[in-house]
């Protein structure tokens, strides 16, 4: 095993890995350490898409790379391209397929069918309604639900026209997409045309192929992602500033610990309920224990500590250290980052590992379906399995003393009733603020944790060199537990790490330097920000024209892939470090990294060391400064009514 500061910046990830070591249970840091990743497949120049293959492209000297070809002829670009958009179409099913979920549960939530689930909010389905031109005047909320599900229902099997957040975008925006051609018709669709596209012999031409990964992605960011959260915020409330606590510490050595891990916050949310549950609270006492304590993990997580407060337990690479404490009773998985490792790992200890969707199931691990017609009772059926494994705990419990307040549920809705009041909600204070430089601009840094670096460090590391330049961060996913972990997500963070002018705004309004927005399909949150910002005025008339830019330090999934390139393709400046899942070829890498910013005045960059990528996020935020003529700072001037006649 390596130096244990090479594992994580967060010490209760480093207790628990050397505890798993000590008692030679193997984790993904040990398995990371045997298998290292191959050297072709990492530049993404193999190709295995016909049975001719596999074709393998390795970087040669540039004429040699030119002369090669796969069997069938198809060069390195399109191999690379080909790679790279089906990607992006795997990320974008993951992220539509749960929106799907959500929008039926929605449906047969409107519809009184769905067991132990209401609207919540019905000042947001009025607001989404309105935006599927949907009449809601002197109608019944469940009529309104019920058309909208339908009309939601169907952005994902459209074949002709547009999606209809397309439209939710500043104008400028859409124009560009529409001059190249790239505005999502139906989701599915696209993912579809990106798995006919890149067949054996089919698209050849690897910036057309790149073309369809932009649709592609756009349907996921304006149509899936924007989906899933419209439609849970309606369902399980929009969030709002909350306080909650985050780490491996949150778990209790008294008391029947579940952990709800993956990324639907559907069966999450009927588990908040059941813990309330009076007959289960008196069973968990029967078996001796205190209570019933529900945390989090991933993004399952994130949901329900921005909705309820339930604590969070930790991100991608502490899953399996959760069970290692040995104070896990369950862990339930429903879809997305959830490693197969979980199943040996739990079978060193009593934890009952369960998974729960339709969709995924790991061989020889208890499968309890979660269906929203009898939710409640599968959840209610759970956590009795929980209490009943209480008494079966078999070690020796090591919980990390490392918990740390966070204050999390930064929606949009939330921003700008923060920033402008309940009766003036908008982000006119937000855009003066930038416009008189006490806010140098915007980033969004979002995405998972990579083994291949150091956990966490990616993220900690850009963060705080972000805000130290006044540049107010925006988070999502494991990089927003990170954060959490660390002590960023608190008011006091700002006169700590923050430079002065972002400590001011950052005091006068009482929120933290780095605003938690949510799981990662809350990525969709950050669209809408920016959108709101250009409409706001002042700032341009696009996204590409705000002081703004992404970042993903230690992406490892598909999805972070297609969050990146719906970024890019709505105009923002992105980084990501790891890996370039394009280092194959030049062509392609220098198409995404500069072609890209001519056509849709976003751009790719790759930049592993997180200082180096944070410093080139701020040269973007200042080059978009000066191109707005606001990279000098100043004062607004309040004008008498003598200054305004000399206006003419
Ligand atoms: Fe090789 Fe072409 Fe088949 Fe790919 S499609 S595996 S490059 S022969
Ligand atoms: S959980 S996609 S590891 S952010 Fe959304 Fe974390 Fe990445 Fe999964």
Redesign the pocket.
């Known amino acids: 095993m390596e130096d244990k500061d090479r594992i994580s910046v967060d010490p209760a990830t480093v207790e628990l890995v050397e505890k798993a070591q000590k008692e030679g249970i193997k984790t993904v840091f040990d398995r990371a350490y045997e298998i290292k990743p191959c050297p072709i497949g990492i530049e993404e120049s193999c190709c295995k898409i016909c049975a001719m293959g596999p074709c393998r492209l390795p970087r040669l000297k540039e004429k040699q790379q030119r002369e090669m070809a796969g069997v069938c002829g198809a060069t390195i670009e399109t191999i690379v391209a080909r790679n790279f958009a089906r990607k992006i179409a795997a990320g974008v099913a993951a992220h539509s397929d749960h929106a799907r979920e959500v929008a039926e549960t929605f449906l047969k939530t409107a519809r009184g069918e769905a067991q132990g689930f209401s609207i919540k909010d019905e000042m947001k389905l009025i607001s989404v309604a309105l935006d599927f031109g949907i009449h809601v005047e002197g109608r019944d909320i469940k009529d309104i639900a019920i058309e909208l599900a339908e009309k939601v229902l169907k952005e994902f099997g459209k074949q002709k026209g547009k999606l209809t957040y397309i439209k939710k975008a500043p104008f400028k925006r859409q124009e560009i997409w529409e001059k190249y051609g790239v505005i999502p018709r139906g989701i599915d669709r696209e993912v579809v045309e990106i798995m006919h596209r890149t067949h054996m012999g089919v698209d050849q031409d690897y910036k057309h192929i790149l073309l369809q990964a932009t649709r592609c992605a756009l349907a996921d960011g304006w149509g899936g992602s924007m989906i899933s959260t419209d439609l849970q915020d309606i369902m399980f409330g929009t969030p709002v500033p909350v306080i909650g606590n985050i780490n491996l510490g949150v778990l209790k050595e008294d008391e029947v610990n579940v952990i709800v891990h993956g990324?639907e916050p559907l069966l999450p949310e009927l588990l908040v309920v059941a813990t309330k549950d009076p007959e289960l609270k008196d069973l968990a006492k029967k078996v001796g224990a205190k209570g019933i304590n529900l945390a989090g993990m991933?993004?399952s997580a994130n949901e329900v500590l921005m909705r309820h407060g339930i604590p969070c337990a930790g991100?991608?690479l502490q899953q399996e250290l959760a069970i290692i404490t040995g104070a896990v009773e369950v862990m339930t998985v429903d879809v997305?980052?959830e490693m197969q490792g979980l199943k040996g790992v739990a079978e060193c200890f009593h934890t009952r590992l369960i998974t729960t969707s339709d969709r995924a199931k790991i061989e020889g691990v208890t499968h309890i379906e979660f269906h929203p017609e009898h939710g409640l009772d599968t959840a209610k059926k759970i956590l009795k399995l929980a209490i009943e494994n209480f008494p079966n705990r078999r070690h020796n419990i090591y919980i990390p003393a490392h918990t740390h307040e966070t204050v999390v549920g930064f929606s949009h809705e939330t921003i700008n009733y923060l920033l402008g009041g309940l009766f003036r909600a908008s982000y006119r204070p937000l855009n003066d603020n930038i416009i008189n430089g006490r806010i140098r601009g915007i980033a969004g840094v979002?995405?998972?944790?990579n083994v291949r670096t150091t956990h966490d460090a990616g993220h900690l590391t850009m963060i705080k060199e972000l805000i130290k330049h006044d540049v107010l961060v925006l988070t999502t996913?494991?990089?927003a537990m990170a954060c959490g972990k660390a002590g960023l997500l608190i008011p006091e963070a700002a006169r700590k790490y923050t430079g002065s002018g972002l400590a001011e705004v950052c005091e006068a309004v009482g929120i933290p330097p780095v605003l938690h927005m949510g799981?990662?399909v809350d990525n969709s949150r950050i669209l809408i920000a920016a959108s709101a910002m250009v409409k706001e005025g002042g700032l341009g008339d696009d996204i590409s024209d705000l002081p703004a830019a992404g970042a993903a330090p230690e992406?490892?999934?598909e999805?972070?892939l297609a969050i990146g390139h719906y970024f890019v393709a709505s105009g923002i400046y992105t980084v990501f470090g790891t890996t370039w899942p394009a280092l194959g070829s030049e062509k392609v890498t220098e198409h995404l990294f500069k072609e890209y910013e001519e056509m849709f005045k976003g751009m790719w960059a790759f930049e592993p060391d997180p200082i180096k990528a944070a410093q080139l996020m701020v040269s973007h935020i200042d080059k978009k400064r000066k191109a707005l003529g606001i990279d000098k700072a100043r004062e607004r001037i309040l004008f008498d009514m003598d200054m305004r006649r000399s206006l003419g």
Request: proline fraction near 0%.
């Open positions: 990324h991933c993004c991100n991608f997305q980052c979002v995405g998972c944790n996913g494991c990089a799981a990662c992406w490892m999934s999805k972070a």
